[in-house]
């Protein structure tokens, strides 16, 4: 009878501690976890749960995402973890994130460019797990005026983590080609013993190409709006030249050398004198240029390229017109900007010019 009794009782206490461990809950670190991208996301039970080892023995982890292709990680994303034992399971949400900006590599702290060129963005790379696009902020660099600028280079990753440097550009000296036709008026003028006013039109460009540096300096610092440069030239040009129209081309060639030079250091200048003087102003601010009908004796004028569209300065009159000059489409209507001349008038480009 005693043996029986015992036999019962190990027997409610067998039940009593079989069912203490099968009532054993899981406790959860946290519900949720960041996961950097380029990590792995654990199999480990030990590192959802707070049990102890013997308990932690029985909990399987399952729906574990897959590697990306060619990847021994995950894709950026949210994912559900699935803890569970025979009587039990827990869900633990998992985040993997970029968080990681990508790397310069190999970015120098300064870059020489030709002048006239411009940088070109193969020069940059950036390591990071994502695709990643490079761009340049170079609106500070006046790659038609040598000197030393300030660029922002940028690498910007697939999640938008993005890395900046600031670097220094620098432009070189323009170089100057001696054409063969100007290497033999050298020569001629030499051999031909003229005077200084008809010999070195290399010389006078130079010396033209210098006061037209200083000019826009003066007139149309660094930093001011390319159309608010071009009218800056033209109205400077309008007040301070004086127009030679009694003179054929040739004549004034012969009396005054180089037609921009004759501009900008004498002031005075026949209808292309004007036009060459504002192209070598506009180089020197930085701003495209075109001089239309260049070296035909016949009425001349500049289109300059701002805000992204192309205006006329047609400097003889001082005036400044949007669009196309209406002696290249009369019948078109032309936009117009003015601006007060010299005399307090307002000179514009109109129809019947």
Not at 10 to 33: A, R
Not at 38 to 60: M, R
Not at 333 to 347: A, I, M
Request: glycine share 6%; with cysteine; aromatic share 8%.
């Amino acid at each position: 009878m005693r043996k029986n009794i015992s036999r019962g009782i190990l027997f409610i206490l067998t039940m009593m501690v079989l069912m203490g461990c099968s009532k054993e809950k899981m406790e959860l670190k946290s519900k949720s976890l960041i996961v950097e991208y380029g990590n792995t996301i654990s199999n480990k039970a030990e590192d959802y749960l707070k049990n102890d080892a013997d308990f932690l023995k029985n909990i399987k982890v399952e729906n574990l995402p897959k590697n990306e292709k060619d990847k021994e990680y995950p894709s950026v994303g949210e994912y559900e973890i699935i803890l569970k034992n025979d009587n039990q399971e827990e869900v633990v949400k998992v985040s993997v994130k970029d968080t990681v900006a990508p790397e310069f590599k190999d970015l120098k702290e300064k870059y020489e460019i030709e002048y006239g060129s411009k940088i070109d963005l193969k020069q940059f790379s950036a390591t990071d797990l994502s695709k990643t696009e490079i761009t340049l902020d170079d609106s500070k660099v006046n790659y038609k005026k040598s000197g030393t600028y300030k660029a922002t280079v940028i690498a910007e990753d697939s999640s938008e983590n993005k890395t900046t440097k600031e670097v220094d550009v620098v432009i070189k000296e323009e170089k100057k080609e001696v054409t063969k036709k100007e290497s033999n008026n050298g020569s001629s003028s030499k051999n031909n013993g003229k005077s200084n006013n008809t010999s070195g039109n290399g010389s006078r460009l130079t010396q033209a190409k210098a006061e037209a540096k200083k000019i826009v300096n003066q007139i149309a610092p660094n930093g001011m709006a390319d159309y608010d440069k071009a009218k800056a030239i033209c109205k400077y040009l309008f007040n301070n030249v004086s127009v030679q129209t009694d003179q054929s081309n040739e004549a004034y060639k012969k009396n005054h050398g180089d037609e921009a030079y004759g501009a900008l250091i004498l002031k005075k200048a026949a209808c292309s004198g004007f036009c060459n003087a504002v192209t070598l102003m506009c180089q020197e601010a930085g701003i495209q240029t075109q001089h239309i009908n260049k070296n035909k004796w016949t009425h001349q004028w500049n289109k300059v390229k701002v805000q992204g569209k192309w205006v006329i300065l047609d400097a003889q009159g001082g005036m400044f017109g949007m669009s196309k000059h209406p002696l290249q489409e009369a019948n078109e209507t032309q936009q117009v900007v003015r601006f007060t001349d010299v005399n307090g008038q307002n000179s514009f480009v109109s129809p019947n010019y």
